[in-house]
Nanobody, 121 residues
Framework: QVQLVESGGGLVQAGGSLRLSCAAS????????MGWYRQAPGKQRELVAD???????NYADSVKGRFTISRDNAKNTVYLQMNSLKPTDTAVYYC???????????????WGQGTQVTVSS
């Protein structure tokens, strides 16, 4: 199994920055995908950004140009640098890891408990 621990959330003013971290431990040898999702109250969980072992990254349109996902394989850690934060970024942010055995199919889907990000006007 994989355990994920997120950190770095908090309360910031609009226009500010935060850096989220997600550290993976346990059976991390079967991870080739790490991603960040977020969920606001009453809303569906949505993908924010992800990164694969190939280095390929993907971002939601709403965060392109403002957020950057990166990873440190030696530390089994993924980061999300969030700049120019907006009140609409307010949500609980969740770390996710998977093992993709094809381009579209995966197993070993693990989630962290989430970290709150609140952006004030």
């Amino acid at each position: 199994q994989v355990q994920l621990v997120e950190s770095g959330g908090g309360l910031v003013q609009a226009g500010g920055s935060l850096r989220l971290s997600c550290a993976a431990s346990g059976s991390t040898f079967r991870i080739n995908y790490m991603g960040w999702y977020r969920q606001a109250p009453g809303k569906q969980r949505e993908l924010v950004a992800d990164i694969r072992n190939s280095g390929s990254t993907n971002y939601a349109d709403s965060v392109k140009g403002r957020f950057t996902i990166s990873r440190d394989n030696a530390k089994n850690t993924v980061y999300l640098q969030m700049n120019s934060l907006k009140p609409t970024d307010t949500a609980v942010y969740y770390c996710n890891t998977r093992y993709y055995f094809s381009s579209s199919s995966y197993i070993n889907d693990y989630w962290g408990q989430g970290t709150q990000v609140t952006v004030s006007s």
